[in-house]
Nanobody, 127 residues
């Protein structure tokens, strides 16, 4: 079993930045895919970014490309989501998730593929 704990959420003005962290505990292999998802009130959960834990290849939804960066630390036990140029539409609860395989090449941001989830951290972008 894996435990995922997110931190780093908060409230910022449009154009601001936040860095989310996801601490991983438990047994995890290098061929796992780690992802960040978000859910706004009244909307479905959507994939934001994912990373192959061992290889380091990354994937992003179109609306965050060039603004968000997913990465992990040298020990690969913490996954980060660096968010810059934040917009009001980025508001939501952000979840960290893990999948017991490499990220899917066809749909690397599909929530159904991820078996382990954190409790979420709130991000609010508002003036």
């Amino acid at each position: 079993q894996l435990q995922l704990v997110e931190s780093g959420g908060g409230s910022v003005q449009p154009g601001g930045s936040l860095r989310l962290s996801c601490k991983i505990s438990g047994k995890i292999a290098n061929n796992y895919c780690m992802g960040w998802f978000r859910q706004a009130p009244g909307k479905e959960r959507e994939g934001v970014a994912s990373i192959n834990r061992g290889v380091g290849s990354t994937y992003y939804r179109d609306s965050v490309k060039g603004r968000f960066t997913i990465s992990h630390d040298a020990g690969k036990i913490t996954v980060f989501l660096e968010m810059n140029s934040l917009k009001p539409e980025d508001t939501g609860t952000y979840y960290c998730a893990a999948m017991r395989d490499y990220c899917s090449l066809h749909n690397p941001l599909r929530a159904l593929d991820f078996a382990f989830w954190g409790q979420g951290t709130q991000v609010t972008v508002s003036s």
